[in-house]
């Protein structure tokens, strides 16, 4: 099929659907086939204008890309050593310029993010936005939008913002977020629902919490239990205790466990834990903060002898324990996708449906829970 193709325009005629080609809208737009495909394809070397006008002029004769011919490109497009296309935004509202490059938990998104985008023929470019504008009124987003057009930048990935203005709906470039924004709820006394503005990758909680819960099972536990902060439930949108709790609700009242909420440390402790611990028994917690460990030893608990610990995104700060890889690179590779998707389809600006990429985790057994049912 591939070479009977052999890039042409293939016809539709044995569909019975008559096709509008390439050239005819070259023609109609008075360009060259090449600047047509360009132009669909929101090639950097195709000034917006004469895009713009070009994929107007396609949508009125009706033109729809042919299947086949996507396939085969697709194809050759896998099977060859790619071009650099543009620069894809990586901004960065982190409080230190070092945090993506030094935090465990950080750096992994931007890894798989660089090296998806080089395989594709883009580059990232990572931005601190503090270099640019100032943070919080939504004008200096639209001032940073010229910025990164005016360097010929027309995709964005906003990556764990630290700062809300920056969902805006103000952009008017192709945006992913990964992840939610975290600091407005920080001292929120309960949190409000957001809808999702922007097409987003984020890791698969209510999945990761629920796989965690299996594989403790698998291992020999039998009162496993969530620990965790309510600013980290509530910035995750309470998708871990929903998982948890959806668990629960499948067992039998007497042996469900209720998740244990913590509001702060106090000097390496969690206050009240030690009493939620006796009164309901527990074999392994499942958390979210590597300080869990020190404040179940402190309470006399040796792990993974008389508990089992489990982490639910697991990076070099926990290396060893046993929990949930949340697969940080393939997150930071499916923004990239998501961004040269909008791209090559020419969509800008806030999505009318958005969409968002779920990506489930993977257990590891290591140091901090049992090797096997049979060692109970």
């Not at 209510?206 to 819960?213: C, E, G, I, T």
């Not at 309470?299 to 700060?317: C, F, K, N, Q, V």
Request: aromatic fraction near 10%; charge should be positive; hydrophobic fraction near 40%.
């Amino acid at each position: 099929m591939f070479t009977r193709l052999h890039g042409r325009q293939a016809s539709l005629d044995y569909l019975g659907v008559k096709s509008v080609t390439l050239e005819q809208v070259a023609r109609a737009a008075g360009v060259h086939r090449t600047t047509v495909s360009r132009a669909l394809r929101n090639h950097p070397g195709i000034p917006p204008a004469t895009r713009d006008r070009i994929v107007k002029i396609a949508k009125q004769l009706g033109y729809r890309p042919n299947p086949l011919v996507s396939i085969y490109q697709a194809y050759v497009r896998a099977h060859r050593t790619p071009h650099y296309h543009a620069n894809i935004a990586w901004i960065d509202d982190q409080p230190s310029p070092r945090d993506w490059l030094e935090k465990p938990w950080l750096k992994r998104y931007l890894s798989g993010a660089e090296q998806r985008a080089a395989e594709l023929g883009y580059r990232i470019e990572r931005i601190r936005l503090d270099e640019f504008v100032e943070l919080h009124p939504d004008v200096n987003v639209q001032r940073f939008c010229r910025i990164l057009s005016a360097r010929g930048i027309h995709g964005a990935i906003l990556p764990r913002l630290t700062h809300p203005s920056l969902t805006s709906e103000v952009w008017n470039c192709a945006v992913v977020e990964i992840g939610r924004y975290e600091t407005w709820l920080l001292h929120a006394e309960r949190a409000r629902f957001e809808p999702r503005t922007w097409h987003s990758v984020q890791p698969n909680l209510f999945f990761n919490v629920q796989k965690a819960l299996h594989s403790l099972w698998h291992l020999g536990y039998r009162r496993p239990a969530l620990v965790i902060s309510r600013w980290y439930d509530r910035t995750q949108g309470f998708a871990l205790r929903g998982g948890y709790l959806a668990e629960q609700f499948e067992l039998a009242f007497k042996q469900r466990l209720p998740p244990f909420l913590y509001e702060e440390f106090h000097e390496g402790t969690i206050p009240e834990l030690g009493g939620w611990l006796e009164r309901w028994r527990p074999d392994a917690i499942i958390c979210a903060d590597s300080r869990v460990a020190g404040a179940l030893e402190r309470l006399g608990y040796r792990i993974p002898e008389t508990m089992g610990l489990a982490h639910l995104s697991l990076a070099d700060d926990v290396k060893g324990w046993s929990g949930i890889d949340e697969q940080h690179e393939l997150i930071g590779s499916a923004a990239v996708d998501l961004i040269v998707s909008q791209l090559e389809h020419n969509e800008r600006g806030l999505p009318a449906n958005p969409r968002c990429v779920l990506i489930d985790g993977i257990w590891v057994n290591g140091s901090t829970t049992r090797r096997s049912a049979d060692r109970m």
